[in-house]
């Protein structure tokens, strides 16, 4: 057994069982961040904030729902709608999070793929981080079965179709996961033990490896470059904070973090107190009926690009370009074969690739919003067809690119 | 060295039950997540085919499945008279020819709308089309609206059972199992 002395202070006895300081040093005074960064570095910060806010809104909504298919419509729009109090107040953060979250993910993404910081030994940052994609997006839907309104009854219809692999005709496959031959009890109360339990237990396991995939490679900068942060940090220690390349995690980063922070969370509650609605789509208003399909059919904003890539074409090769869709950034740093991880604005043809493929998911995702009918259907199929394009051609862009 | 191939033994040993106990626990969680018994013996329903109106589309429902009754017009039978793959959709109860199917469109589920003027099924979510016999006519659907299992009892049909027609039905390819 260790020796432990009598204690002077509350710290000390805390420091002696579990080396707070120790813990304190090498996750936050001590955990070095460069300082050629800008504000799209704080949103890690921005959406953990996020997922705070859906876990502390969905404890709240978790005591009043019930999933049950003959109460849940009920339950979340006249039980905690109206009779609870606050209770609209964590609807519509849980609503406007789940939405906004999305956005944040994909600014995160598209961060990391300018600045090339899925490369050179921070190829288990973008993994995790697509792991954590894969993992919100089963949280997502799963929580959008839970009001069972229309919306909720269709598209759960829908996805879980997608199982049965076209052509494989997998029915057996597809009832399984529903436990019936449509979404009823069975379908809505298993989604829910994944919407509260197992898919949240994931994401935060998930969330762990993600910062501690951090930790070796640290955090890129603006510009690519390769600190030496043992003689950084030794120049920080030392007094010369003006010389060195970086700052500490706290107080130094998080203070300009948490600035970033407040900025976002004063655009995200105007977005809950006076335009919530843009998260709450009118057809789920209506309870879900079985015997009826609303006019159109269409996901959230955040999944329109990759349901846009399904449409246009017929169901086997659909649901090829569609699984294609799904997994293809996951492979991003493989696919990527030049050594430069540097911005993509000096990387010549990537340069490019890299704005016509933001350009082409913002494309996908308006096409996927509208009805799938004339000069609408031409656009999504060339969209569609661009982005499988860009991926196949992503390697041989990436080999002609010149060392930088 | 004798120790650690001790150590070994037993870390094999333990492998081997924690792989029985994985596979035997993962088999337990597969059957959890099976449909219900009481959910798989929902029952059959049955139609009285005498109460249908031509060219008019009634749901009705099976197995918490919409499903579509189509009284064919004469001029429908005539139709669908020149193309064999339509007419082996239709039965034939009394004098009178239906299209009954499950309106579950064949891409993904969702429930085509039908238009009496046009004698056509339209899906709203993709765009896939079907006629009057809910032959597909538009991708993306892979193939015509499936039809339930059914057998003809005089002016009564029972979704569920499986008569000779529709045995014949399945043989020839015209619909697939549901």
Redesign the interface.
């Known amino acids: 057994m260790a020796h432990f002395t009598k204690a002077t202070s509350l710290h000390d006895w805390l420091n002696q069982r579990l080396a707070i300081d120790t813990l304190r040093r090498v996750l936050a005074t001590e955990y070095w961040i460069p300082k050629n960064i800008n504000f799209l570095w704080a949103m890690g910060m921005v959406l953990a904030i996020t997922f705070g806010l859906l876990l502390i809104s969905g404890i709240f909504l978790l005591m009043y729902y019930q999933p049950n298919v003959n109460l849940a419509f009920d339950s979340v729009n006249y039980t905690i709608m109206q009779e609870v109090g606050y209770g609209w107040l964590w609807r519509h953060v849980h609503g406007v999070a789940a939405s906004v979250v999305f956005l944040i993910i994909y600014i995160h993404m598209f961060t990391g793929i300018y600045y090339g910081s899925y490369k050179k030994g921070r190829e288990m940052i973008w993994l995790s981080g697509m792991l954590l994609f894969v993992a919100f997006s089963a949280e997502a839907f799963s929580g959008y079965m839970l009001p069972w309104g229309q919306m909720s009854y269709?598209a759960g219809?829908?996805i879980t179709?997608?199982f049965s692999g076209?052509?494989l005709?997998a029915?057996g496959l597809v009832?399984?996961?529903?436990?019936?031959?449509?979404p009823?009890q069975?379908f809505l109360n298993?989604f829910f033990m994944l919407h509260v339990l197992l898919i949240p237990l994931a994401i935060l396991g998930l969330i762990g490896l993600h910062f501690g995939s951090l930790r070796i490679p640290h955090v890129n900068n603006q510009d690519g470059e390769e600190i030496d942060f043992e003689a950084e940090a030794a120049k920080y220690k030392a007094g010369d904070k003006a010389n060195s390349k970086v700052i500490a995690f706290v107080n130094d980063f998080m203070s300009k973090d948490m600035m970033v922070v407040s900025i976002y969370l004063i655009f995200f509650f105007y977005l809950v107190f006076y335009h919530y609605d843009f998260a709450m789509d009118p057809v789920n208003f209506d309870p879900a009926n079985?015997?009826?399909?609303?006019?159109?059919?269409y996901p959230e904003w955040y999944f329109l690009w990759s349901y846009e890539i399904l449409?246009p074409?017929?169901?086997?090769v659909?649901l090829i370009a569609f699984a294609f869709a799904q997994v293809i950034f996951v492979l991003l740093p493989f696919l990527d074969r030049s050594p430069n991880a540097v911005p993509a604005s000096r990387r010549g043809l990537f340069k490019f690739w890299f704005w016509a493929m933001l350009i082409d998911m913002i494309v996908l995702t308006a096409m996927g919003k509208v009805?799938?009918?004339g000069a609408f259907?031409t656009i999504g199929l060339y969209a569609a067809l661009t982005f499988i394009g860009l991926w196949i051609a992503l390697p041989f862009v990436t080999k002609l690119e010149k060392k930088v | 060295m004798k120790n650690s191939s001790r150590r070994g033994f037993m870390g094999k040993a333990f492998g081997a039950v924690a792989g029985v106990g994985a596979v035997a626990s993962l088999y337990a969680m597969k059957r959890s997540?099976?449909?219900?018994p009481s959910?798989k013996a929902?029952g059959f329903t049955t139609l009285d085919m005498s109460a249908y109106k031509e060219n008019e589309l009634v749901?009705e429902?099976w197995?918490?499945?919409?499903i579509f009754v189509l009284k064919q017009t004469a001029d429908m039978v005539k139709k669908a008279q020149a193309n064999p793959k339509d007419m082996e959709r239709l039965i034939k109860i009394g004098n009178d020819y239906f299209m009954v199917c499950v309106g579950l469109c064949?891409?993904?589920?969702?429930?085509?709308?039908y238009n009496p003027d046009e004698q056509s099924f339209l899906c709203?979510?993709?765009?896939g089309m079907y006629d009057f016999t809910a032959e597909v006519t538009k991708?993306?659907?892979?193939r015509g609206l499936d039809i339930p299992p059914f057998k003809i009892d005089g002016m009564k049909l029972v979704l569920g059972e499986e008569g000779p027609e529709y045995k014949k039905m399945l043989e020839s390819g015209t619909t697939?199992k549901?």
């Open positions: 269709w219809m829908v179709n997608l076209g052509s005709h029915d009832e399984w996961i529903r436990g019936d031959y449509v009823a069975a298993r079985g015997l009826k399909t609303p006019a159109h059919i449409r074409f017929s169901t086997n659909g009805p799938p009918e259907s | 997540w099976d449909p219900l959910v929902a749901t429902k197995r918490g499945k919409p064949t891409h993904l589920g969702c429930i085509p709308g709203a979510c993709h765009g991708a993306p659907p892979p697939l549901v």
